[in-house]
């Protein structure tokens, strides 16, 4: 429950919906740094999700929607018809992370345009479920296209926040006039857990079975034939000298067989899921993501603060963070683009030179400085209005239980 009625006249606050927001995952981790970052800064934060994983705060209160995890087009279509039970407190910026909800809110949290990734996800797996995964991904494709169009509308956003430029253009080509409404603030990191780390290097390295001397490329995601794993598996024959890890959830049995076809499965290590990368991210000697659509991935900012030049694809939307040649090359998504670039980073002095310009570069995206650029945006919104309330009060927060 909110405090006393003088706390309520006094501190900003938000009310914040989204599928999920936990320690795993790009949007979901994001928009945790981000909860955390107000809720330091002085901010009540009403959050709504089906999944939340935060620390204990005064000022935090949480409401859990009841949903399905899967299949995604289910969880979607339940958390906009459970989530309006819990509406939000009486003059409180509302936040969307995406087209969640069908009603207004103040600001929504663009890390992804379904209607520009249209045919980026491909459906893995043997027969029978790879068909079913084709027909539930292109469900849910269609579905999240149609949630954009119908709550991306003047009538129902103030303002948009894009983690990309790209992704501001991609809202664009939902509407027109999401463009002049958006206002780019990217994803962040935190500069002191994600640091170059001997121990951490040496550690993560013996438990997968590489030798300290071994070049290292690290790939981090889910979603793993979007994010270009078969194109990183296809370059290691044309780079002989490189192993691959590979960190994040999915099903390593078809690419194990792609490796063992291309006598490659002995410099191929899986590293399953991890709460926390920054170990596995400081094994490495270069971050490698040749995926087909992004819009700003956090891995490759938290590879950045590590130390590890970056190989990413245009498609990536980091335009903000990789500069040519300086802290990462661009590549395309094809082994002999991937395999290039690695042999040319085999060079130490040019792997350092470029290592360094990548945490300098990633400096520049601290979570503080992120999180005071939401608070900016949040507050603008208030001294507009003036702390009137935009929405009426609809059930209590129980009625979501």
């Not at 405090?3 to 790009?26: C, D, F, I, N, W």
């Not at 926390?276 to 891995?299: I, K, Q």
């Amino acid at each position: 429950m909110y405090l006393s009625s003088k706390r309520m006249q006094t501190e900003p606050r938000l009310t914040a919906y989204a599928h999920a927001v936990h320690e795993t995952g790009g949007m979901e981790k994001a928009q945790r740094e981000v909860i955390l970052g107000l809720l330091n800064r002085g901010w009540r934060v009403r959050v709504v999700a089906r999944d939340v994983d935060l620390p204990l705060h005064e000022n935090l209160d949480i409401v859990r929607v009841r949903i399905p995890e899967r299949p995604a087009s289910l969880e979607q279509l339940s958390f906009a018809a459970r989530a309006p039970r819990a509406r939000p407190g009486p003059g409180d910026v509302v936040t969307s992370l995406g087209a969640i909800v069908a009603w207004p809110v103040d600001v929504v949290i663009v890390q992804y345009v379904n209607r520009g990734a249209r045919g980026a996800r491909a459906a893995v797996g043997p027969g029978a479920k790879r068909a079913a995964r084709r027909v539930n991904g292109a469900i849910n494709h269609e579905l999240a296209v149609a949630f954009e169009r119908w709550c991306y509308r003047p009538t129902r956003v103030q303002r948009f926040l894009p983690v990309s430029t790209q992704l501001t253009d991609g809202l664009g080509a939902v509407a027109g006039w999401c463009r002049g409404a958006s206002v780019v603030v990217p994803n962040g990191v935190d500069l002191d857990h994600f640091a170059p780390d001997c121990r951490a290097r040496a550690r993560a390295r013996e438990a997968h079975g590489i030798a300290p001397s071994t070049h290292l490329a690290v790939f981090v995601g889910g979603d793993w034939d979007r994010k270009g794993l078969r194109t990183a598996i296809s370059a290691l024959p044309l780079a002989p000298d490189w192993h691959l890890l590979v960190v994040g959830r999915g099903v390593p049995a078809e690419y194990r067989e792609q490796a063992l076809t291309l006598g490659c499965a002995d410099r191929l290590h899986f590293a399953g899921e991890a709460a926390d990368p920054a170990p596995l991210l400081a094994a490495g000697d270069v971050f490698l993501l040749p995926t087909r659509y992004e819009g700003f991935p956090l891995s490759a900012i938290e590879a950045a603060a590590t130390g590890l030049p970056l190989l990413l694809t245009r498609e990536s939307n980091a335009d903000g963070l990789l500069v040519h040649g300086e802290s990462g090359f661009w590549i395309e998504r094809d082994a002999m683009s991937v395999a290039k670039r690695l042999s040319e980073l085999g060079d130490p002095m040019l792997r350092a030179r470029v290592g360094e310009a990548a945490r300098l570069t990633a400096a520049r995206f601290s979570w503080s400085a992120i999180v005071d650029r939401h608070a900016a945006v949040y507050s603008e919104i208030l001294a507009m209005r003036g702390g009137a309330r935009r929405v009426k009060l609809g059930r209590s927060q129980d009625a979501a239980r």
